[in-house]
């Protein structure tokens, strides 16, 4: 019986179709008992014997998988075949040193968008009309109605017009927003939405949301100060695209009137701007949607299965 290692820590939890799917293809399941993500010789121990696995955010890089390739070196039967990421990012996974070994990598880019979409639009509505903050206050004894803004008539720039940035686009056309993009690696006038430069797409903007798939510094101490004084900025793509400190300061000072993140430079995250009132913080869950978890446990498993019947 084929062995099928899953790295993340809620697969199944919510839908067991995926776990079935595998188990009537003749897998045996083994799971991340840690309950967090995997170090590396935690994957390597837990992983051994693998034909395939079904992985989260771990790292995956050429040492992993060299320590992978050699436990197999005994039964090359039982060697790794198929890494299927459960999510859109490869970013922690050595495509070069996973083909070199004969592994075929997938993704599932499709199932997160809807969920990081609308995730990005609620704290757009919760940053503008200062819910969370409020909420803070009320539980504390402090009844203060705080004056917040509306979202219909404001300036949207989106860094990243792939499959989430043109989603949040389409979902914000109702409310009536003036919309951009900045992209370079597409052309002008998808939608009927005007293509600036981020230089110009920061200057613009009354709330800039990042929707990238990198994890490269694009919004540093230079880009925060194109801003326009009381502009907000959301990040629900990639950890380290924001420089958090520069941030910090610029929400402290009141430049920016806030921020909303999802993803961090190094995480669980524990620095600074957890002090402020003006900012929102959630741990990573652009797709921790019910619906979009299964459809990407469903995916994760199909494409599995796909690579070890030999289809690329």
Known sequence: MPKVTVTTTSFGKYDKKPLELLENNGCEVIFNSFGRTLKREEIVELCKGSVGIIAGKETLDAEVLEGLTQSSVLNPRYSLKVISRCGAGLDNVDIPAATRRGIKVFNTPDAPTLAVAELTIGLLLNLLRKVSQMDNELRTDRWEKRMGNLLCGKKVGIKG????????????KPFGCEIAYADPFLDDGLFGLKRLSLEDLLKWADIVTIHVGVHERLIGEKELQLMKKGAWLINTSRGGVVDEPALYEYLKNGYLSGAALDVFEQEPYA???????????????????????????????????RGLSGKD
């Open 161 to 172: 017009f792939g499959r989430i940035g043109k989603k949040v686009a389409e979902l914000l």
């Open 271 to 305: 620095g600074p701007l957890k002090e402020l009132n003006n900012v929102i913080l959630t741990p990573h869950i652009g797709s921790y949607a019910k619906e979009a978890r299964t459809e990407m446990e469903m995916e994760a498993v199909e494409n599995l299965l």
